[in-house]
C-alpha cells in the first residue's frame, strides 16, 4: 500500500514539476522571442537608413520631389526648377561631403531640367538618362571629363501609381573618392 502511494505521490511530484518546467521554457522563448525582435528591429531599422543613403532611394521616394515632377508641364519649367533647387540644396551640400559631385534631374522627355552643380552640361549622360527611360531600370556608369573619372547613378522616378515621372542622376567624383581612401589606407602608424 505504501508503494502505491509512493508512486502517486512521484507521479504527482514529476508531473508538477513538469508543468512548473514546461511554463518556465515557454517564459524563456516568450522572453528570447521579444529579445530578437527588438534586436532585428534595431538592426533592420539601422541597416534601412544605411541602404537609403547607399542607394540614394530617398531622393526617388520623396513627396516633394514627385509632388514638383508631377506638377512640371512646359508653363512652369522654370518655378519647378526652382522648387528643386530650394527643396534639395541642403541635401546636396550634405552629399558634398560625401564626394558627390553633382545631382541633376531629366524629364521623362530626356529633357535636362536641373543640375545641382552650376554651368554642368555634358552630353554624354543624356544616353545614359535615355537608357533608363527606355528601360524604366535604374543603371550604373561612369563618364571622363577632363581626365576626372565620374561614377554614375541613374534613378527613375516614379509616383505611386508607378507613373514614370523622370530621371535623377547621381554623380560621384571616384578621383577625389578613390584618393582620400587611398591615402586613408596608406598611413604610417609609429613603430616602438
Not at 530621371?167 to 587611398?182: A, G, K, T, Y
Amino acid at each position: 500500500r505504501y508503494f502505491f502511494y509512493f508512486l502517486i505521490s512521484l507521479f504527482l511530484v514529476v508531473f508538477i514539476v513538469n508543468i512548473f518546467k514546461k511554463d518556465e521554457i515557454e517564459y524563456s522563448l516568450n522572453n528570447y522571442t521579444k529579445f530578437v525582435n527588438k534586436e532585428y528591429s534595431k538592426y533592420y531599422n539601422e541597416y534601412k537608413t544605411d541602404s537609403e543613403l547607399i542607394y540614394f532611394n530617398e531622393f526617388i521616394k520623396n513627396k516633394e520631389l514627385i509632388k514638383i515632377f508631377k506638377n512640371i508641364s512646359q508653363n512652369n519649367i522654370e518655378n519647378s526648377k526652382k522648387e528643386l533647387n530650394k527643396s534639395f540644396k541642403d541635401s546636396f551640400n550634405f552629399y558634398k561631403t560625401l564626394d558627390v559631385f553633382n545631382i541633376s534631374f531629366y524629364l521623362p522627355t530626356n529633357e535636362f531640367l536641373l543640375s545641382m552643380e552650376e554651368n554642368f552640361k555634358d552630353s554624354n549622360i543624356l544616353n545614359i538618362v535615355d537608357k533608363v527611360i527606355v528601360d524604366k531600370k535604374e543603371l550604373n556608369s561612369f563618364r571622363i571629363l577632363d581626365d576626372k573619372y565620374y561614377l554614375i547613378f541613374s534613378k527613375p522616378i516614379f509616383d505611386e501609381n508607378l507613373k514614370f515621372l523622370g530621371v535623377i542622376n547621381i554623380e560621384f567624383d571616384f578621383d577625389s573618392f578613390f584618393n582620400e581612401n587611398c591615402s586613408s589606407s596608406n598611413k604610417t602608424f609609429p613603430t616602438s
